[in-house]
């Protein structure tokens, strides 16, 4: 079974300050990963994704995420945020042999002026 | 391609009634989802269906919940009778195959069970 952890519920920061967002994974198999947005009363959209080569991957908005193997964690990243940057952030997994795609519980970013 | 389209939007129902939540995917994606969003769970996966055949549904909660896939491009999700605990907003998901097929969410169900 696959499970991810978002251990931060929410996360308050001022505008133009770094952030990172935390997510852990754990799975019997090997996953793909990924970043998703919920803005409020929409769904989701993705941010990026890893899948194999490179561990830093860039997405949009100037976000990027870290894939560390040993510590099965696939940090989210973004040097210096906007307020339109609020929202909630989702991790996700996908594992290789079932193509089952399993959130996190979510990160709360609160931009402040 | 107009996306991933739900409908209503919005539903609110009294507790008893039974609830129809519709989806309709992406032209061409084979993988549809059915997530439950609360405050409390987050988002859970209810079910997925891969070319209209359910795969997995351990995520759907009690035998209240029901959901069929008649075709590639209409899903629904049925709540038969409805609980104030269903309350909640209810999305659909469409993906390619393949781990990297990233899913394309509507914008969600907000249902209300009063």
């Known amino acids: 079974a696959q499970s991810v952890t978002q251990l931060d519920s929410q996360v308050p920061v001022f505008e133009e300050a770094p952030v990172e967002l935390r997510c852990n994974y754990s799975?019997?198999?090997?996953?793909?990963l990924f970043w998703y947005v919920q803005y409020p009363n929409q769904g989701l959209q993705l941010l990026l994704k890893?899948?194999?080569?490179?561990?830093l991957v860039k997405g949009i908005n100037g976000f990027e995420a870290e894939f560390n193997k040993s510590q099965t964690s696939f940090h989210l990243r973004k040097p210096s945020v906007h307020i339109s940057d609020t929202a909630e952030y989702f991790c996700?997994?996908?594992?290789?042999?079932?193509?089952?795609?399993?959130f996190g519980t979510g990160t709360r970013l609160q931009v402040f002026p | 391609d107009a996306g991933v389209i739900q409908s209503p939007r919005h539903e609110v129902t009294e507790m008893g009634q039974e609830v129809t939540l519709r989806c309709k995917p992406i032209?061409?994606?084979?993988?549809l989802f059915w997530y439950r969003q609360t405050m409390m769970r987050g988002l859970e996966l209810l079910i997925y269906?891969?070319?209209?055949?359910?795969?997995?549904d351990s995520g759907m909660p009690e035998d209240r919940f029901s959901a069929k896939m008649p075709n590639a491009s209409f899903s629904t999700l049925k709540i038969q009778p409805s609980e104030p605990r269903d309350s909640a907003v209810y999305f659909c998901?469409?993906?390619?195959?393949?781990?990297?097929?990233?899913?394309?969410f509507g914008q969600g169900t907000r249902l209300t069970v009063v």
């Open positions: 269906f891969n070319n209209n055949v359910p795969i997995d």
């Open positions: 890893y899948l194999s080569g490179s561990t």
């Open positions: 799975s019997s198999v090997s996953v793909y």
């Open positions: 998901a469409s993906s390619l195959p393949g781990g990297g097929g990233k899913a394309f």
């Open positions: 032209s061409g994606h084979d993988y």
């Open positions: 996700a997994v996908r594992p290789y042999n079932t193509d089952k795609l399993i």
